[in-house]
């Protein structure tokens, strides 16, 4: 027996201290390795909730503030945010591979973190499908390829099963809200507009160039939005925004406002299909 958990030990170093891997990153850069990497810095939530999803947490060295899950994350040090980087953190650390989310890491950063000398991964998720890939692509990356595509296999099944459930179901205009002051949507390009769609919800700004516009509330209101959904607990209170003052908005006369757990729906993580759930239970309320 004990010969046996020598061999599955030393099979699981071969795995992960085994041959060079080779990935594209979603900015088209192709990441090259020796080896799959031992001390990884994950500057974003989700790459960190990927990264522990697919096993890899022991090669984790770093994060970004407010990755938060799994629990073992909350242990690791915080290296940097959406507003700044920690360089001299980073560097101490000694990583042999950066994750970063590309929408969220500040272009000041780049050159630093270039000089480091460090590879860098690049991700940037606007579909399901390309969540798939990058729980794929970073299993491949870690040397952890059979966990990437199990998990991959989950969502899409999960995915999968959501978009049959509620294909047929009658439309409903729906105002994702990211934030009202300035008020901000999200349009087409966007992984939430995707659950909008799935749930048989229509985006209000579906059409808009920018993936987190801004647009006025004469605009909103005049849109008429049947569902007003946004991140956050449960214990918010949707009624001390702005909204309440347009009685005529279908959704605030009828109280249709959805509390989304942000760390579901706003983490392009494996626990999305969950958030997207949520949302399609919210604007279900809202059919005849």
Known sequence: MRRLGLSLALLWCHAVHGQAVSVVDDS?????LDKPPQRVIALGPHLTEQLFAIGAGPQV???????????????????????????????????????????GFPERARAPLQALGIPVYESEIRSVAGLAQSLRSLGRLMGRSEAGNEQARRVESQWAQLQAEYA????????????HQPLMTINREHLIHQAITACGGTNLFAELPSLTPTVSWETAVQRNPQVIAMAGAPSDRPELAQWPRFADVDAVKHQRFAMIDGDLIGRMGPRFVQGARQLCEAIDKARP
């Open 168 to 179: 047929r179901r009658s439309p409903v205009r729906v105002f994702y809200q990211l934030w």
């Open 28 to 32: 088209g850069h192709t990441i090259r």
């Open 61 to 103: 060295v770093g994060v970004s503030r407010y990755s938060d899950y799994p629990a073992a994350a909350q242990a690791l040090p915080i290296v940097g945010d959406a507003v700044a980087v920690q360089h001299e953190a980073i560097a101490k650390l000694k990583p042999d591979l950066v994750l970063v989310w590309r929408t």
